[in-house]
Each structure stands twice: as C-alpha cells, then as structure tokens.
C-alpha cells in the first residue's frame, strides 16, 4: 500500500476503502459506461523508468518538482483522489511515495503537493459539480454551499437533510442535492420526479416531508434528456470515489474540497456545515 503524507490527505479527497456504515446502497458504474478516469497526467518528457512501478498500484504522476538530496520529486494523485508526493533516488533505480522532512521537522514537498495538485484538483472538483443536475434546498444567497449525493429513497439521506435544518433555515446553508437513482427500482423514476417538477426545489421538499409516507411519486416515463442527468450525475459520484448516499463534499477554510462519505457524525456535522 502506498504511504501518504498525513498533512496532504488532511486537505485532499481520499478515497475510502469502505463504504461508511451511515450510507446506502453501492453506486455501480452506469450500463454502457466506463468507469470515470481521473484527469491526464503531465507529458511524460524524462520521466524515470521506475515510475512505471507505482504507476500500478495506481498513482499518477501530475508534475515534477524540486526536490533536496539529489532526489527527484513528483507530485501526483493515488487512485484519482488523493494528492501525494514521490521521490526517485538518483540512481533512477529505486521510488518512495510519502513525506520527506527537512532538520527542522517541515514536510518539505507539502506546499508544492498543494499548489500542483490539491489547489487544481479542488478547482475541477468545483466545477464539476456546479455543472451537475443538482436541486437546491435553502436561500440561493446562502453564503456556504454543501453539495450531497442525494437518492430519494435513501433514509440517511434524509437524517442528512433533517440534521442540516437549523443552518438551512437559518440561511447559512444551502445543500444542492445532486439526484441519482441507486437503491431502489423507482429510485430513478423519483429523482426524474423531482428534476422535471415545474418546481424541483419544492418537489425535493415534497420527498422529505413524506418520505416516511413513501415520498414522492415516481414517473412512469424517464425521459432520454432526464436519463441522460441522471446518468451523468452517477458517473460522477463513482468519478469522485463514491460508493454510496448520501456523498457529501464542502470547501474547507483553505477553500479546499473535503468530503464526507455517508451521514456526519457528532461534531463532524459542524465541521461540514460550519458554525450554527
């Protein structure tokens, strides 16, 4: 397994190796599609060869940076989610992924990891899912905005969005819920509902208030533009390593992207809502 710098995953997506116990169901890559790959690594030029090792245990390589000690550094991502540094020794022969220090106890590849890899990846994450099919749930100006991985049947879903109450209605929040259709048959026929509704913010609303009643009801027909979302939007949710509702994701201080896998717990949920 590879060894990952503990400040660097502290502001980096890291992908779990299980899928949380407050959590639903097991997103599966959508028929006829591959699985999302993460995005190109830098031009290869006079890459060393022992690269291609840990290359195979999934880490790649984004760019080369400076390093001490004649070593070579490169920053790059393990698996498509977590920013790491590596170093090749200078006889090209030998590569160790993790952290390196300096005498006076500093990480020293910890900034450059940041800015090469954490900053852009948190940057493209952003925009990704601005540009999701998602429904919003709170004031448009709210000044934090949480995005979940949202299945109308999911029920820590909708502990999700009963917890998140007291910032949402106070206008400190504003959940954008991107809807797939996971769990159940009519998972997708409900997220259609929601999405195509003449008010998509108020159908969601509509699911939660009854979902111990059943929720909303499904559509009989999904349409190809609405299938088309709600594909996309799964493809995303697997692209960004999750495996289950609700998947959420909110900008740290640094303005980098954390994300929580399943329903927050204890005082983790003020950290991903902020102060109340």
């Known amino acids: 397994m590879l ?63 400076d390093a001490p000690g004649g070593l070579r550094g490169f920053a790059g991502v393990v698996n498509g989610q977590q920013p790491a540094a590596a170093y090749v020794t200078a006889d090209g022969k030998n590569v160790l992924v993790g952290s ?12 450059k ?26 004031k448009a100006d709210a000044p934090r905005v949480v995005y979940t991985f949202s299945d109308a049947n999911c029920p820590y879903c909708h502990k999700f969005w009963e917890a998140a109450r007291p910032w949402v209605d106070a206008g400190k929040v504003q959940l954008r819920h991107v809807l797939v ?36 009801k499904p559509v009989a027909t999904i349409s190809p533009e609405l299938a088309g979302k709600l594909n996309a939007n799964q493809e995303l949710m697997i692209k960004l390593g999750f495996q289950g509702t609700p998947g959420i994701l909110f900008q740290d201080a640094q303005g980098q992207v954390q994300r929580r896998s399943g329903m927050p717990q204890g005082t983790d949920l003020q950290t991903v809502m902020g102060p109340r």
Do not use: Y
């Open 3 to 65: 060894s990952i710098s503990p400040r660097v995953a502290h502001k980096a997506l890291i992908l779990p190796a299980l899928l949380a116990l407050a959590a639903c169901s097991q997103a599966q890559t959508p028929q006829g599609k591959a699985e999302a790959q993460p995005a190109a690594a830098a031009a290869k030029g006079d890459r060393p060869a022992v690269l291609q090792g840990i290359e195979k245990h999934g880490f790649q390589v984004v760019a080369e940076f």
């Open 100 to 111: 390196l220090f300096d005498a006076q106890g500093n990480e020293v590849a910890a900034d």
């Open 113 to 138: 990891v940041e800015k090469l890899v954490a900053g852009p990846m948190s940057e493209r994450i952003w925009k990704d899912l601005e540009g999701s099919a998602w429904v919003r749930d709170g």
């Open 181 to 216: 259709g996971v769990i159940r048959e009519d998972s997708p026929a409900k997220a259609a509902a929601i999405l195509s509704a003449r008010d998509p913010s108020a159908a969601l609303l509509q699911n939660e208030h009854q979902f111990e009643q059943g929720g909303i």
